[in-house]
């Protein structure tokens, strides 16, 4: 394929599509930019969870049950750990943690995140470009009824989502710099792929920084590329994790037809599952074209396949 | 046994007859002080390499090959690390890990070495008295001919000894206090049994921070208590580590005499291998009491053995 594309990515769901692309786009057509407003620190480690994510899930180091974290991994630490009074409400892996303790290593040392990530892809056998969306700090604060702002990470995995959703913030957004070769992938791509990641927590904050809408020429017609979205909400529900809650505590109904008008302006194509078809005609009213798929990706196969549906229909819009 | 004793131990040596003497000694009459100038901070960890060693050995949760670490490991961590292109030198097992990732998020928020050590103890089952000589930094600096000061563990592990030694230096060692309880532990003590670890580094560094010599009253001749130290040097070579390659650099022939010299003007009585006898009178010549012994401790009866003939020399000078 000769479409150079850029995949904006969460977590799993994210790191799915972007796996089924690098299935068959050849690693200079696809680079993939990842959320990093779910960072943070913890045990004094630097976590990056969206990129871990991505990262293990393109190297097939990813465990496929857990969603998060590597596949054959030990508990040795974290056992000792608990068995000590720690605290054990996010859960680290022995390899994993040996990720994490190297780039907490070079981070500390001064490298940025985006070149340790080239470097950890490289060990990995991931050929396709990964990039972090910032090197700068910019983590996402939820803003919950019971608890008020909330780090990200306290939100999801500490509280586990239950806390009610108010709204959401991404710290030093307005400071915050794209990460080396960020704004270059957009420039020479020919097309935007958001995958169906969480569009609150997990796309926005890559939008925020990346300044989509003018980086992408949105905002000067002549020099518009394609930008599709998946839809991470399917029959009402989230796939995984909490968007289909966030939007029902923001008083939106979730739905395919919400992710659409979600990311109004930007988008040229939508793709959502062909359980959701009685949105289909509300979206087309948004100027947005549509195309319905099975779009639940049970496995790599499945995944190939979400892939061949996305550059289907960017070959149409090109 | 009613004898009160401290016991001061660096790792391995020390942690074998202090394993011994816990054998024999109820909780309330041992306690023993550990050696802390070995610790320093590796992948952002706070690693005490003498007190891990001291208190598996005293779990049973100690590795038996290696001399360090746990016993039942796994490496999964350090396995990921080396594949990433981290260090290597200082290889850390992931259960191990748990304890230094736990220990450095609560020196992190301000418990002392001494506090977090007691409450692992606990954890650990382990009902004899163990606390780290200082809460205090305090580094050994060994200076070498070859590349100058090193730290400690440089010079121990990723340097395997190998420099040649000129001489050693307790940074902090005027600053420094004796953790909470160790004062208190030897002023209560009926005795004090120096553990056959390395004069040079593992002892001399306890000496310096109790100020041994005024605290068990050997300046105000009234109030004296017996000390004894057995030899960590047997036959001219020490058990493990480098303490004989250190008296020889230092122009010193290595020998059971040699040591009872070091610990000269602290001494009351000194036990070592049966297999010096030629030192004993020149020994006794330095007006310390001798008993000569199989002083090798292969196996747990081992430690035992040897423990029990502490006990003995120590009863004949109380």
């Known amino acids: 394929m000769n479409l150079k594309t850029v995949a904006l990515a969460g977590g799993v769901g994210g790191a799915k599509l972007a796996h089924g692309l690098a299935q068959i786009l050849p690693p200079e057509n696809l680079t993939i930019i990842v959320n990093t407003g779910d960072d943070f620190e913890h045990l004094g480690l630097y976590i990056s969870p969206d990129l871990d994510t991505v990262c293990y899930t393109l190297a097939g180091l990813a465990n496929p049950v857990t969603g998060w974290g590597r596949i054959d991994e030990s508990w040795n630490a974290a056992e000792n750990i608990a068995k000590l009074g720690g605290q054990t409400w996010f859960r680290l892996g022995d390899r994993d943690l040996g ?32 990039i972090p969306m910032t090197d700068d700090p910019m983590p996402t604060i939820v803003n919950t009824v019971e ?16 806390p009610t959703v108010k709204g959401f913030r991404f710290e030093g957004a307005e400071s915050a710099r794209p990460a080396m070769g960020v704004e270059a992938a957009i420039n020479d791509a020919d097309a935007v792929v958001i995958c169906p990641s969480n569009p609150w927590v997990s796309i926005d904050p890559i939008l925020a920084v990346t300044k989509l809408k003018s980086t992408c020429g949105i905002e000067s017609t002549s020099k518009k590329k394609p930008i599709i979205a998946l839809s991470p909400i399917i029959d009402g529900e989230a796939v995984k994790g909490p968007a289909a809650k966030m939007y029902k505590e923001l008083g939106i109904q979730p739905s395919a037809l919400a992710v659409a008008k979600h990311y109004k302006g930007l988008l040229d194509g939508f793709i959502f599952d062909q359980i959701d078809a009685e949105f289909e005609t509300e979206i087309q009213n948004l100027g947005i074209k549509t195309m ?15 892939a061949k549906d996305v550059l289907k229909l960017l070959n149409t819009l090109l």
Chains 1, 2 share one sequence.
């Open 99 to 130: 990720t994490h303790l190297e780039r907490s290593r070079r981070l500390q040392k001064g490298d940025s995140l985006s070149s340790i990530t080239r470097d950890f892809c490289k060990v990995w056998g991931v050929e396709h470009r990964i």
């Open 292 to 306: 319905l798929i099975d779009s639940l990706m049970k496995d790599i196969k499945g995944r190939e396949r979400v």
């Open 147 to 162: 608890m008020g702002e909330l780090p990200f990470q306290e939100y999801f995995v500490h509280q586990r989502c239950e």
